[in-house]
């Protein structure tokens, strides 16, 4: 168990509407990132923060939006959702500020969003 | 720009044949590479890195800068070992570029 949860699990939204995601990171882990995988292709980056601050960012436009928390719980917010938006989105958790170096790097299983 | 190619869709082997899943990359600069499986039903999880140069489960993975490659070898495949494979670059900032993955099937 890698202790990264993501909320909801599965979730239908219309074109227009906007969506949070929820992410809740492993105590200690003050790295988290998100990344978009469509169907069949291997997850791509977003962004991620470290210690509630952005920390890098992918090539998606400003409607993809995040925020941590002190808690280790961590948000991704989509704004005016296009049918391309249809996904699962990983939230990525790991302990240092350079996730490499050894640190691990920690998936959660994924929201499946379904935009109609 | 930083690429990851995985040519394979597929890889279909027998039980007890090796196996080689192809990676390459492209970078400009001194790559961090990793491989990542995701087992049916199961969520992404790290298989090995390059830096550590271990052996995880019987697999291994060498990396070439000179033909920037980096593939996922097993000398005899194992049913349990059917899986989603996906090699990522490390880039600066912590990011991980993933190709679009291998469906490895090992069959009976």
Known sequence: ?116 | AQRVTQPEKLLSVFKGAPVELKCNYSYSGSPELFWYVQYSRQRLQLLLRHISRESIKGFTADLNKGETSFHLKKPFAQEEDSAMYYCALGEYGNKLVFGAGTILRVKS
């Not at chain 1, 436009?61 to 704004?79: D, I, T």
């Not at chain 1, 959702?81 to 996730?99: K, N, V």
């Open chain 1, 1 to 116: 168990e890698t202790g990264v949860t993501q909320s909801p699990t599965h979730l239908i939204k219309t074109r227009g509407q906007q969506v949070t995601l929820r992410c809740s990171s492993q105590s200690g882990h003050n790295t988290v990132s998100w990344y978009q995988q469509a169907l069949g292709q291997g997850p791509q980056f977003i962004f991620q923060y470290y210690r509630e601050e952005e920390n890098g960012r992918g090539n998606f436009p400003p409607r993809f939006s995040g925020l941590q928390f002190p808690n280790y719980s961590s948000e991704l917010n989509v704004n005016a959702l296009e049918l391309d938006d249809s996904a699962l989105y990983l939230c990525a958790s790991s302990p240092g500020r350079t996730s490499f170096s050894g640190n691990t790097i920690y998936f959660g299983e994924g929201s499946w969003l379904t935009v109609v």
